[in-house]
């Protein structure tokens, strides 16, 4: 009615309508419909959800709560009212309910509020629509009552996108909108709008207000409108950003990858030219002007590296801010464009800036504060400032620094440097002088002082490497470069207290190491390296350098160039380097110093060895090993100069004793000490030594243990002393002295006296010169091989018999030898072959009461041949001719290039080391040349012959030689391995090459004489010979291409292996036999038993005749022969799918052939007996034909696969159990049982 009534609708969905009159309406429960009418009304719909309308044009109140349902109020008021009267504005109100939890969001032309964090809603239709008469509301909240003013002003209208393409449009007020997928258009209309575009090509125009526009995915198009907005196409694709005149200061963030054509962003300037575009960078971002106005784009950290780069590559795969076309009316700008054709500038301000360069060209200006400045890849400047600075230029381009007075202590840092001086670096000192400039090195760095104050600037690691120095020094007055530095500069570097590595560069430089062990090295100049304390490493490299080593045990090393070297105190190791002539500096209290200078094979200048304050009547020169110790303070202060008296090889001194030793009073030269008497004593221990004399005089005493003695020009002293010695006089009138032990003695050159002593010892005077045996009681059983001597009586040799008498002597024959015996014992002389040679027979026999020559012998005496004596002769380390006689002699040729003469008797010859020649002769001799070049040639008898593993050498062999083997290995790839072996007098036609096991035999005269090479066959590295005839000569790959070789078996079973690399014939003869073939196309005859053929590669005929045999051919097409009588034989082929086998029956007819099967085996019967072959896994089906590869040959016809496909019905039965049976190709009987 028309009065102020309260209606309540209670439970249900009610209907209440208030008509006149203020009214109250509670729906109560259910979904309800409420109508206020006229007049001032209150509705609250209560559970469920409700339809309210107070009234349009009036002002009513609409009662909320939590649990109310999702209620929906039809309330329009005037634009007036929505102005100006608050008094007709309706309230909704939120009963427990706060602003901070409501939730304002746009459906259509709808608003919808949610305040409870939960379903619970009120929707307000068309609230948005133009006509703006559904507005006229206040929300009121428990904390805050939100106008239109405030919503319109203070708050983000939320509306959503669905999955289809949708058109959003904004109010006046703040919109946040969500196209989300599809390809949507957005329209911010006023206010500061946030447009999400989501996924989907989207367009966002943010018209007037500062709006956030976010594209998302895909390729979007972003219109800030006026205002100054934010954009973000979304990162990763190519969007496009529109810009016009009037849109204000834009922001754009996007990242995406440059080096992507499709993901570039387009910048879009409508209705700008570009010659009127303006590329400026505040910090790291790029600003684009393009108006002649305000308005503007910035793009955030367009310059910045750290985002999306690898160290190393500026514009990569990654992603960065950079991607980004420029596009205007009359131009498009890339990115390239701009990186070779703009310079930015970047100013810090006064605090420590980090400033960074980009690809392109830059101005670095750090202003005050100690700033870090980063050029990059292109032409850069960079200018510290005030403060303490640290500038990086950037790799590969020329960079300009400018520094001027109170710029404090700058430091350039390593970069990657430019490597040619045409793109050399600037250093600008502006205002200074380069007479006022101090160049200094600290470690690797080049430090420069230009304005006579503090201010300096330090370019690290300029003395390291090859590429750290283009850098132009440019002072008002003069450009200063590296090459300058170098040539007019001495750079002094100096150490710490830590271990230092220094290294000079090419110019002049001094280097003090300071405490610590350090290392310094000099370079192409004269430099000076002061180790100072501690234990250093000094080496001055090329140039004249000086090395003191201070104090510590130091090691100086002169390298090229003459050197002075000065170890300071301590034990140090000097070394001058090269064939320059160095000088070492000594003094008292320098300790025990030792050079050890390398030399090179070219001509050695002599190097100086000062004793600075020394006499030379104090000094001690004494001999250690194969040094010279020279003490000449009395003190333990000695110098040892390593391997003075080393050899390399008899007679060759390598300059180790090139030095001249000077004293204060006296220079001492290397001929000095040769020739002034000097005798140098050295000493072995109880071990097996070694030990060379000089040229001077010599004292060598062996000590215990087997030792090798060689004197050397002068008249030397040798003695063994115990052990089983050999000693070499050499050159000069030498003492050798054997000592106890079997000793070898020879005296060499010159008139020598030996002495065998104890043992009994082999004895050598050395040719035609008279040389001295002295022989005592216990001397043993001595033999004298010495043989040119001269005829003259002056030339005859001496043997003292001392305390002997010659009526005590006795002198028998023994074969061509001469023996004495003259003690009553078995001590006894014998000179080899006196009765033999005319010259061995200059002897004079020396007792105590008489001397006997040889006239009186001949005179006196008559000696009768007794037994063939066998000889045992070991030849020095020089070049031997040893000579066997009619005995089994055994010859030692040792070092040197020897001929070896077995002569009569089956004789042994080991050549040793060294190019050996050795004759076997007659009788049957085992020759050995041992490492080297060595000639073989076994003579009459049959010979063993050995010329020595992996080594070339020359076998002789003739006519009537005998049955001679070989045995001997090498690498017939390896020219140098590969032996000669001779047939003289043979031509290659006569030549007869057979097989005998696993040797090969050849003979060449027609005659049983033969040559046999063990393993031949068998051993991969017993092949490496050339057969020499006198028409033809042939190698191994020779005898691979044209020989087939026949290997044979015997009655017992037998394994018999092919030939590796040739065609083979294998007979297996009776026997159960394994037969192997190789690579090549060999024939296997199996023979009588059960045998197994391998055919392995190549086309192969095997023939298991007799018994029941297995045969596999292997790789490639083979052939199986099968007779009446043959037995049972198998074929089971390796590899029967690679070419089609065959199987030959001889003698059989295909109408007498029976074809069977047995589980997945072929069974042929072919001669009606029970002879038979079996093909195993012919029906075996997986995918090809493994089996099948055959065709059947019988006398009358050949069967092919296809032909026995269709002849043949392949029948099988399963068993009782759960069979899975496969048929063949061909026709089947398949039975599951």
Partial sequence: GNGND??????????LYGDAGNDVLNGGYGNDTITGGTGFDILNGGYGNDILNGGDYEKDQYIFQRGHGQDVINDKGDDYAISYLQQKRNDLVFQGANSVNALFTHAGND???????????????????????????????????????????????????????NTLIGWGGKDIMNGGYGNDILWGRNGDDTLNGGDGNDELNGENGDDILNGGYGYDTLNGGAGNDILNGGDFEKDRYLFQKGHGQDIINDMSKPNQTSAINDLVFQGAKFADAVFTRSGNNLVISAYGSNDSVTLIDYFDYTLGSSVNSKLDSTLNSRAFNFLFDDRTITYEYLKNNYTFTANGNDQNNIIRGWEGKNILNGGAGNDTLYGDGSNDILIGGTGNDILYGGGGQKDIFQFEKGHGQDIIGQGIFVSDTANSNDLIFKGAYSANAAFSRYGDDLIIHAYGSDDSVTINNYFYGNNNQPFNFIFDDKTINYKYIVNNFTLTNIGDSRRNYEYGLEGKNILNGGAGNDVLYGNKQNDILNGDDDDDFLNGLDGNDTLNGGAGNDRLYGDYGSDILNGGAGNDILDGGGNEKDTYLFQRGHGQDIIQESYYNKTVETDDVIFQGAHFADAVFTRSGNNLVIHAYGTDDCVT?????????????????????????????????????????????????????????????????NDFLYGQNKDDVLNGDDGDDELNGADGDDILNGGDGDDKLYGGNGSDVLIGGAGNDILNGGYNEKDTYLFQYGHGQDIINEVYHGN?????????????????????????????????????????????????????????????DHEYLRNNYTFTPTEIINKNITGTNGDDILNGGVGNDTLDGNSGNDTLNGNDGNDILWGGYGNDILNGGNGNDILWGDSGYDILNGGAGNDILNGGDRAKDRYLFQRGHGQDTINDIGYYNYSNEVDDIVFEGANFADAVFIRSGKDLIVRAYGTEDSVTLTDYFTKSLA??????FNDKSIDYQYIINNFTFTADGDDTDNTINGWRDGKNILNGGAGNDILNGEAKDDVLNGGDGNDRLYGNNGIDTLNGGAGNDFLDGGYSADRYLFQHGHGQDIIADSFPFDDVNEVVFQGAKFADAQFTSSGENLIIHAYGSNDSVTINDYFYIDGYKPAKAYKFIFEDRIITYQDFQNYYTYITYGDSSNDTINGWEGKNIISGG
Avoid: C, M
């Fill in 792 to 852: 003259k009586p002056v030339y005859a040799n001496d043997i003292i018999f001392e305390d002997a008498y010659s009526t005590d002597a006795t002198f028998t024959r023994s074969g061509n030898d001469l023996i004495i015996h003259a003690y009553h014992s078995n001590d006894s002389v014998t000179i080899t072959d006196y009765f033999n040679y005319r010259f061995i027979e200059s002897f004079n026999f020396i007792f105590t009461d008489k001397t006997i």
């Fill in 641 to 705: 100069i390593n391997k003075y008296f080393y050899k390399k090889d008899f007679g060759d001194l390598l300059s180790y004793q090139a030095y001249n030793f000077i004293f204060d009073d006296k220079v001492i030269t290397y001929s000095d000490l040769v020739n002034n008497n000097y005798s140098f004593t050295a000493t072995g221990d109880n071990t097996n030594n070694n030990i060379y004399g000089w040229d001077g005089k010599n004292i060598l005493s062996g000590g215990g243990g």
């Fill in 111 to 165: 608003l919808i509020i949610r305040a409870y964090g939960t379903t619970d809603s009120v929707t307000l239709p068309d609230y948005f629509d133009l006509n703006k008469s559904s507005r006229a509301f206040n929300f009121i909240f428990d904390d805050k009552t939100i106008t239109y003013e405030n919503l319109k002003t203070d708050y983000a209208i939320t509306s959503n996108g669905d999955a289809g393409n």
């Fill in 6 to 15: 309260i209606l309540n609708g209670d439970g249900g969905d009610d209907i």
């Fill in 1023 to 1028: 092949n490496a010979f050339n057969f020499i």
